[in-house]
C-alpha cells in the first residue's frame, strides 16, 4: 500500500524556508540534472552534473519582488530541487479562482 499524491493536486509546497503556493497544474515530478545554457533545446546544453538517478520537483510560484513598494507587487518564478527538500505538500481538488475586490 503506498499513499497516492496525485501531482495535479498538490497546491502548495512546504520546503525548509516555509510554504509556497503553487500556480494551477505546474507541479512536476521527474528525473533531474542541472545543464549549462538556455532554451529547451537540448542540443546547445552542456550537462554540469548528473541527476538522471534523482527524482527532482518544480512549480511556478509567486513571490514579492525583491524591491516591491506595494503587496501585489509579485514575480512569476520557478522552483526546483530534489525531491528530499519537500517537507509536505498541501492537496487540493481545485485552486480556488482569485477573487477580484
Keep these: 500500500m503506498s499513499?497516492?499524491?496525485?501531482e495535479g493536486k498538490v497546491r502548495r509546497v512546504l520546503l525548509s524556508d516555509g510554504w509556497h503556493k503553487?500556480?494551477?497544474s505546474t507541479f512536476?515530478?521527474?528525473a533531474y540534472e542541472y545543464l549549462e545554457g538556455?532554451?529547451?533545446d537540448n542540443e546547445n546544453k552542456i550537462r554540469i552534473t548528473g541527476g538522471g538517478n534523482s527524482t527532482g520537483f518544480k512549480f511556478?510560484?509567486?513571490r514579492l519582488r525583491d524591491r516591491a513598494e506595494h503587496p501585489e507587487?509579485?514575480?512569476?518564478v520557478?522552483?526546483?530541487g530534489e525531491l528530499s527538500s519537500i517537507i509536505a505538500v498541501e492537496l487540493g481538488n481545485?485552486?480556488?479562482?482569485?477573487v477580484n475586490k
Design 78 to 80: 520557478t522552483i526546483a
Design 94 to 98: 481545485k485552486q480556488p479562482k482569485e
Design 60 to 62: 511556478a510560484s509567486y
Design 38 to 40: 538556455e532554451g529547451f
Design 73 to 76: 507587487d509579485v514575480e512569476l
Design 28 to 30: 512536476i515530478l521527474d
Design 3 to 6: 499513499l497516492a499524491i496525485y
Design 22 to 24: 503553487v500556480v494551477e
